[in-house]
């Protein structure tokens, strides 16, 4: 009997499950890998499936886990579905052979949306792309928001993250039966997801369950506790309940949705203001999750990792928020120094470094280095395993998006034909920069190497969706250290700013000012060359 003939059955830790053939791949959607999370397990760690008689269906889409909608202006360029139920503690699998003789590469997604919102139901998430080139593909959906990351005082923090770990668990222990090697494991994320991957990788429970990582667009990171707190604080009071779990668990799940969306209305990461996130809990957060990786975590694992050209403009284009932040000038710069703890000369240099640039732009940037570029600079920097860096430059064929944050997922999937993602980059996007992103992911999941250089003291990054005039393989090309200038902006600000730093006198015996040191130290990277414009 022909693969086509055949519906494919798999059995699991919890039983068998029924999928089916599509495009010459198996496909199995909506299989549990933990108990629903409501009645008295709402707000609690995961706990075991119980195992089911019979072979269950696995051919559509499991429940999603509640989330509000997208605002009208976001959900524009952005998709979200939403599948109703309580089991939405599943995953999917996609897989070209699903004989445990197979050992193929598996590459495990978890999806971003600002920890509130996504899911693996997503379009732009197919995994079919993967699993046509010989690699499985699992994506996974996890509890989003209060629900999976609301701080409290009578219950476990992180949910969420929990639900991560029990799903990786599950894929480490049966990935085999879907043709996998559970011992060439790349988790991927993006966003919410690589802050996730960040977490995951630093966490105890976790230790050899991973042999890669990819983080899109997504640092390791842990919230601070006083701003989630602050979050769930909000919502109590909007809600005239305690605090706690207990009283949350007797909210409605949509009036918690709604007080949830009022309560996060200012929650970019321009912006700031109160979000839900990962916190060091001392169990599977032990510390932040930077800083252990940093100092040696996750011993062995190869990273790939790296940002879109322009992230800020997800941020800002869709409500008018850009031409807002231009015109408020040196206002908005004043509240990008305050957001990213930096003093005046590091905006200044962005102006030296980018003349053309408008307010807008230098903010943006200087947001997106301070969250993201650095801490990835730096994690490649200090990790001895191989590490890859990436930049996506192709600018949307929407105005005004440019290489925006997500822009980048229809090109890994290889799902540009999808409307989904058309909605984020119009039409007629470039096949052959799907070919190379999809190409260099399928090949760090099978060997470890994306396809090019690793990461050195001379800062290779792989650029794609920008034509260099001297590029062999048109919209993919090898820069060398294309943010350096600006980040040394930032070296000379923590230079200054450093406890451990002692500046000298001035000449009247006095201490120099802050501003003083920093003007010198910037000076002197100017003269070294750091600072050359572009």
Partial sequence: MTADQADPVVTTPHGAVRGRYERGVAVFRGIPYAAPPFGPRRFRPPVPLKPWEGVRDAGVFGPTPPKPPYSDA????????????????????????????????????????????????????????????????????????????????????????RDQIAALTWVHEAIEAFGGDPGRITLFGQSAGAISIGALLAAPQTQGLVRRAVLQSGPPEASERAKVRRMVRRMASRLKIPATAEAFAAVDRDLLLRTQAEVGRLSSPVVGG????????????????????????????????????????????????????????????????ARCHCGSEVPRGYRALHPEAGTAEIVGQLVTDHLLRIPLHHLADARPEPSYVYEFAWPSNLPGLGACHALELGFVFDTGEAPESRKLAGEGAPQE???????????????????????????PVRVFGDRAPDAPDGLAYTAHGPRDRELALWAADAAVTSPDSTPASDPDG????????????VRRLRRSGALRRH
């Fill in 433 to 459: 920069l799907a070919d190379a992103m999809h190409g260099a992911w399928v090949r760090f999941a099978t060997d470890g190497d994306p396809g090019w250089e690793r990461w050195d003291d001379r800062h």
């Fill in 510 to 521: 006095d201490a120099p000012t802050r501003s003083t040191e920093l003007r010198s130290a």
């Fill in 74 to 161: 976001f959900a524009h360029y952005l998709s979200d579905p939403v599948v109703p139920g309580d089991d939405c503690l599943n995953l999917n699998v996609w897989t070209p052979d699903p004989d445990p003789a197979a050992r193929l590469p598996v590459l495990v997604w978890l999806h971003g949306g600002a920890l509130t919102r996504g899911s693996s139901a997503v379009p732009v998430y197919d995994g079919h792309a993967f699993a046509r080139d010989g690699v499985v593909c699992v994506s996974v959906n996890y509890r989003l928001g209060v629900e999976g990351y609301g701080l409290f005082p009578d219950t476990p923090p992180n949910p969420g993250l």
């Fill in 274 to 337: 109160p979000a839900f996130g990962i916190v060091v809990d001392g169990d599977v957060v032990p510390r932040d999750p930077l800083d252990a990786l940093v100092e040696g975590a996750a011993p062995g694992v190869e990273l790939l990792m790296g940002w879109t050209r322009d992230e800020y403009r997800l941020w800002l284009v869709p409500g008018g928020l850009l031409d807002r932040v231009d015109r408020l000038g040196a206002v908005a710069l004043a509240g990008a120094m």
